[in-house]
């Protein structure tokens, strides 16, 4: 699902530890001017016109296509592990990802107790 967030960049609704590597995070990609279906779902074209809906959410994955610009330094757009903010044309949307997709507990976890 993405979020309107107008002509602000920063995201309400993830924070990322500065102590973790971030290296396949991008905190922002511009996708303005691109072809790639992200842009074409987010711009929501109407008549010519991009209409910026405040809230999409996806109903299927999308194909992983066109050439963008990423903030981060990250060159591997297909290979981002999280994606937090889209640039489309003036306005920016946030990625919410859906609740509990990452757990806190890994496989083969075991009890430690004194």
């Avoid at 001017?33 to 929501?44: F, H, N, P, Q, V």
């Avoid at 297909?78 to 889209?86: D, F, K, P």
């Avoid at 990802?97 to 496989?107: E, L, T």
Wanted: glycine fraction near 8%.
């Amino acid at each position: 699902r993405y979020r309107l967030l107008g002509g602000s960049k920063r995201p309400h609704w993830q924070t990322s530890d500065p102590m973790l590597d971030d290296s396949m995070v991008a905190n922002m990609v511009d996708l303005t001017g691109t072809d790639s279906s992200l842009y074409t779902t987010l711009c929501a074209d109407a008549a010519g016109e991009c209409t910026y809906p405040s809230v999409i959410e996806l109903p299927e994955n999308l194909p992983c296509d066109g050439t963008v610009t990423i903030e981060s330094g990250v060159d591997d757009f297909c290979n981002l592990s999280t994606l937090r903010t889209v640039k489309i044309d003036d306005v920016y949307y946030e990625y919410l990802r859906h609740p509990c997709v990452q757990f806190p507990f890994f496989g083969g976890a075991k009890m430690v107790w004194k």
